[in-house]
């Protein structure tokens, strides 16, 4: 398995590299997340940021000593003239997860959030403004330079040869999604509409509504209802589409519970979407 992660989340904090979503899954990967908050390190301390804190520094995250400690080991690597790339190689070697993870680009990028009060990195929006201000456009600046990382090539190369379906997990649409699928040739790797790697996406929406986070503000930014319809043409290369048992969606679809407040609940549900992604490919075969 191969999990490529946004990185146009990513910001500097006191110096080092805080890559959110890059952690995110590395920690689930490695057993140690904190399943509370599904972010962060399990059972970290904070010291160093409360005392950086009582020092007048002003840090947009809280960032655990544990977790700051995978920020310096990385960003280290990327003083010593690393890519990203390697230097999440290198922190997953250390940390034993046997799967590929990578990130969508070594190159910076990031989502910028216009409001009536400016435009802003998406982390001051989403935690320094707690998401409040009215949101009228996202970009991501620096993709149109970007380029996929190699990792990335390599896997939709490979599931290209061979078949193998790509998975598009149940993240925001607009800034957590968006920014992967934009980077240069990606979709043209993916073979958008012409069916060369088949593509299931799991919808960020139950009821209408997202679980979490401000995907619905930025979807009705970009000018869409918010709706599993919308999400589908947003993402723009789906073959098939999770959705939760109430959707209205019209298109090729399996209707699952996609609701996951625990690691039961989403072990649960990785396994039907296996099941489902082994069906696909089996048809797939079957048609040729």
């Given at each position: 398995m191969t999990?490529?992660a946004?990185?146009?989340?990513?910001?500097?904090?006191?110096?080092?590299?805080?890559s959110p979503?890059?952690?995110s899954v590395v920690?689930?990967?490695?057993?140690?997340?904190?399943?509370?908050k599904?972010?962060?390190?399990?059972?970290?301390?904070?010291?160093?940021?409360?005392?950086?804190?009582?020092?007048?520094r002003?840090?947009?995250l809280?960032?655990?000593?544990?977790?700051r400690?995978?920020?310096?080991?990385?960003?280290?690597?990327?003083r010593?003239?690393?890519s990203l790339?390697?230097?999440?190689?290198?922190?997953?070697m250390a940390?034993?997860?046997?799967e590929?993870?990578?990130p969508?680009?070594?190159?910076p990028?990031?989502?910028?959030i216009s409001?009536p009060?400016?435009?802003?990195d998406?982390?001051?929006f989403?935690?320094?403004?707690?998401?409040r201000p009215?949101?009228t456009?996202?970009?991501?600046r620096?993709?149109?330079?970007?380029?996929?990382s190699?990792?990335?090539i390599a896997?939709?190369?490979?599931?290209?040869?061979?078949?193998?379906?790509?998975?598009i997990?149940?993240s925001?649409?607009?800034?957590?999604?968006?920014?992967?699928l934009a980077?240069?040739g990606?979709?043209?790797l993916?073979g958008c509409?012409?069916g060369?790697i088949?593509?299931?996406?799991?919808s960020?929406?139950?009821?209408?509504?997202?679980?979490?986070?401000p995907?619905?503000k930025f979807?009705?930014?970009w000018g869409?209802?918010v709706?599993?319809?919308?999400?589908?043409?947003i993402?723009?290369?789906?073959d098939?589409m999770?959705?939760?048992p109430?959707?209205?969606?019209?298109?090729?679809?399996?209707r699952?519970n996609?609701?996951?407040?625990?690691e039961?609940?989403?072990?649960?549900?990785?396994k039907?979407?296996?099941?489902?992604?082994?069906?696909?490919?089996?048809?797939?075969?079957?048609a040729v």
């Open positions: 999990v490529v946004n990185t146009a989340d990513d910001l500097w904090i006191s110096g080092n590299l805080v979503d890059l952690d920690y689930t990967l490695a057993g140690m997340i904190d399943r509370e599904w972010w962060g390190i399990e059972g970290d301390s904070f010291k160093t940021h409360e005392f950086l804190k009582s020092l007048g002003r840090e947009l809280a960032l655990g000593d544990l977790d400690a995978v920020h310096i080991f990385r960003s280290d690597l990327l010593e003239g690393l790339s390697e230097a999440t190689q290198s922190l997953c940390l034993k997860v046997e590929r993870v990578v969508m680009t070594d190159d990028v990031s989502t910028l409001t009060e400016g435009e802003m998406l982390q001051e989403w935690v320094g403004r707690s998401g009215e949101v456009g996202v970009r991501y620096g993709i149109e330079e970007a380029r996929p190699p990792g990335f896997a939709l190369e490979r599931a290209a040869e061979e078949g193998e379906p790509v998975l997990g149940p925001n649409p607009v800034s957590s999604i968006g920014p992967i980077l240069r990606v979709r043209d993916l509409g012409e060369e088949p593509v299931v996406a799991v960020p929406l139950v009821g209408g509504r997202p679980v979490s986070g995907a619905a979807m009705q930014a869409y209802p709706t599993d319809h919308a999400v589908a043409e993402l723009g290369c789906v098939l999770v959705v939760s109430g959707s209205d969606y019209l298109g090729s679809s399996v699952l996609t609701v996951m407040k625990d039961a609940e989403s072990l649960r549900l990785a039907e979407i296996v099941d489902i992604l082994d069906g696909e490919v089996e048809k797939e075969a079957e």
